[in-house]
């Protein structure tokens, strides 16, 4: 038997929610309850000197105003750290970790420059650094490919060793990287299909290579494209996007439908959860645009 559809939606609270932000919370939503799933909220509060004093609250209220009703409880990372601990030492235990203490300069001075940034040349791989030195934790990587097919991006792949290298699971400031948390949980939260924005489809294979590893399965992946500013930079609290304007409920949902290529709900539909309720009937996955960014407005 199929596992019911379970989706997610996992904003990182360094700031209010804004449009950006709003296209993945919609598109993931829309999508779960079409398939009759569920869907989860997870806060992805893993980098404390990136976050900002109240946002996660301020999101929780946004979504709630939004009429984006969530599943269960909100997963909180920060609390979940044991999950990441285990799985760290499992993947340490089967010998797929080292630890590294090169410096940011150091990397982009011997780095081959991947697109991605620079490729780690493996020189802790070969004499790592000794027991006592802060070091970082690096993953190793192997020189095959990982492919998959993205629901509206279509077959996407990547030679891990050629085009990221060995990569961080675990920084030396000892938080733990955004690639292992988020595989341990959307495993531990049985999610079926992961939804967000074109920004992480590139850290996809990354998150592929360890499921692998830690022996879970690899869900679904569906990346929508991100909105951008005339500039080409993707919409974010850092190049101060507007916080969604959450008095205004129906209007806000309304051009996430749009940005996403759903039909447009007839003007009568003014109550947030009657609009969703709508459009929910309607999604059309085929009609997201198949490109990874969409100037806005
Ligand atoms: N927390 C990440 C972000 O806000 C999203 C993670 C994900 O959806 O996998 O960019």
Known sequence: MRAPYRGRFAPSPTGPLHFGSLVAAVGSFLRARHCGGDWLVRMEDLDPPREVPGAAEEI???????GLDWDGEVAVQSR???RYERALERLAAGGWTYRCNCSRAELRRKGRGGALGPIYPGTCRRSPPAATTAAAVRVKTGDDVIAFHDQIQGPYA??????????????ADSLFAYQLAVVV?????????????T????????????????????????HLPIAVDAAGAK?????????????????ALRAAL?????????????????????????WQPGSVPRRL???FP
């Open 60 to 66: 929780l209220r946004a979504l709630a105003a939004l």
């Open 80 to 82: 979940r750290t044991a």
């Open 158 to 171: 990547q030679n891990l060793a050629r085009e990221v290298g060995d990569f961080v699971v675990h920084r």
């Open 185 to 197: 949980d959307d495993a531990a939260q049985g999610v079926t299909e992961v939804v967000r924005g």
């Open 199 to 222: 920004d992480l489809l590139d850290s996809t294979p990354r998150q592929v290579h360890l499921q692998r590893l830690l022996d879970l399965p690899t869900p679904g992946y569906c």
């Open 235 to 251: 919409l974010s609290k850092q190049t101060g996007a507007a916080p969604v304007d959450t008095e205004r409920p129906a209007r």
């Open 258 to 282: 749009a940005f996403l290529g759903q039909p447009s709900p007839p003007p009568r539909l003014s109550e947030p959860r009657a609009l969703l309720r709508w459009a929910v009937g309607r």
């Open 293 to 295: 960014t969409i100037t």
